[in-house]
């Protein structure tokens, strides 16, 4: 029997995170969890019966869409290794791009070598 996975984006602010959840035949589930444009984390939760994984499963579904994850249609796990490259190349230029430009603090002037910095009152 085979369960396809569900795939979920986070894309606010700074945040760039992807969640997928797959169902097992065993009475269990496995997530997968990170940031986008890498392989993320990988986490199995067994249970008793069949029915008490699919309820735990929908549970932190609709938890991960409040959070404010969209689901997608292709899990990162479900896509050839060449296609996350591409992916996370995407993702990275796209975030460059649409980030405004940071203005640098320039940095106070040093005081030479040599001279002496005096901090009582002048008379």
């Given amino acids: ?5 569900r795939y979920f984006t986070c894309i606010v602010g700074s945040s760039f995170k992807f969640w997928t ?3 097992n ?3 269990s589930y496995t997530v997968r969890f990170g940031r986008i444009g890498t392989s993320g984390q990988l986490r199995t939760k067994h249970f008793e ?3 008490e994984a699919q309820k735990a499963a929908g549970r932190i579904i609709q938890q991960k869409m409040e959070k404010g994850y969209v689901e997608n249609g292709v899990a990162v796990g479900d896509l050839p290794e060449e296609a996350l490259m591409v ?5 990275s230029v796209s975030r460059k791009k649409s980030s405004p430009a940071k203005k640098r603090k320039t940095a ?9 910095i005096s901090f009582e009152k002048e008379e």
């Fill in 49 to 51: 019966t069949q029915w």
């Fill in 21 to 23: 959840i797959r169902m």
């Fill in 1 to 5: 029997m085979y369960f396809r996975a």
């Fill in 87 to 91: 992916l996370a190349k995407v993702v």
């Fill in 25 to 27: 035949p065993d009475k």
């Fill in 108 to 116: 106070k002037k040093a005081v030479p070598v040599g001279r002496v």
